[in-house]
């Protein structure tokens, strides 16, 4: 099955922009990375075309192809259906990087473990499940909140609602919510190679078609 997305790009006819390629015909031949394939919004805006994932460890898109798909060329397949473009911002650090990131962006172990960056709420319900603020809401310092019980029929007052959160939890609450991801389920990745195959290819009508994974570049010169 396997599939590299760079196999699937088509090329490009460049014209030599050396000085020494002057002659009319002189073309280097390149892979088009300005084709970019994206999976169809019918399939993208379909809950039932995918599978919750959690990325483990320090695992790339392509281990998580390769355990998914059991073919490690299909990561493309894993970072589109998440419409991710730039792995190094968007995927889950490993460890070592984390580390690395939060090292340089904390001028202090102190700030890093001991300061607050904000506060989060704790869930306060009242006696017959009614819930009065959810959890993990951002509230701020001393947050507190008065309601009105039935089951008790009185006021009841919650003075601590607030939980604080260190830098270093936000940090890491970040990073680990990029775990959560989609996966294409198997038997539609099909449908997305017939899918890339048709973006991938050019269409007739342009002076610089040439096939269907070929056109070529106008050829205007830079040197006399």
């Keep these: 099955m396997a599939n ?14 050396t000085k020494d390629g002057r002659s009319e ?27 919750k994932y959690i990325v483990q460890g320090d695992d ?18 894993v970072l589109m259906a998440n419409n991710i473009v730039n792995v190094q911002s ?7 990087d984390f580390n690395t990131y ?25 006696t017959d499940g009614t819930i009065i603020i959810a959890s993990d809401e951002k509230v701020g310092v001393g947050q507190s909140v008065s309601y009105y ?11 601590d609602v607030a939980i604080p959160v260190t830098n270093y939890e936000h940090e890491d609450n970040l990073n680990n919510k990029k775990r959560e991801i989609f996966i294409l389920k198997p038997e539609y990745l099909s449908v997305v190679f017939d899918d890339i195959n048709e973006i991938m290819r050019y269409k007739k009508g342009s002076t610089q078609y040439l ?14």
């Design 25 to 51: 015909g002189d073309y280097s031949l390149v892979v088009n990375l300005f084709k970019r394939a994206k999976l169809r919004d019918d399939i993208y805006q379909n809950v039932s075309f995918f599978n």
């Design 102 to 126: 939060i090292n340089d962006k904390y001028d202090s172990e102190t700030t890093l473990y001991s300061g607050i960056h904000h506060y989060k709420s704790r869930e306060v319900r009242t």
């Design 211 to 224: 096939s269907g994974t070929l056109v070529r570049g106008d050829n205007i010169r830079l040197y006399d």
């Design 60 to 77: 790339r898109p392509d281990n998580v192809a390769f355990d998914v798909y059991k073919d490690s060329t299909l990561d493309w397949v």
């Design 149 to 159: 019980d039935d089951a008790l029929g009185q006021h009841v007052r919650a003075t």
């Design 90 to 96: 968007e995927w889950p650090m490993s460890q070592a």
């Design 4 to 17: 590299p997305y760079f196999q699937n790009l088509p090329d490009f006819a460049y014209v030599n922009r």
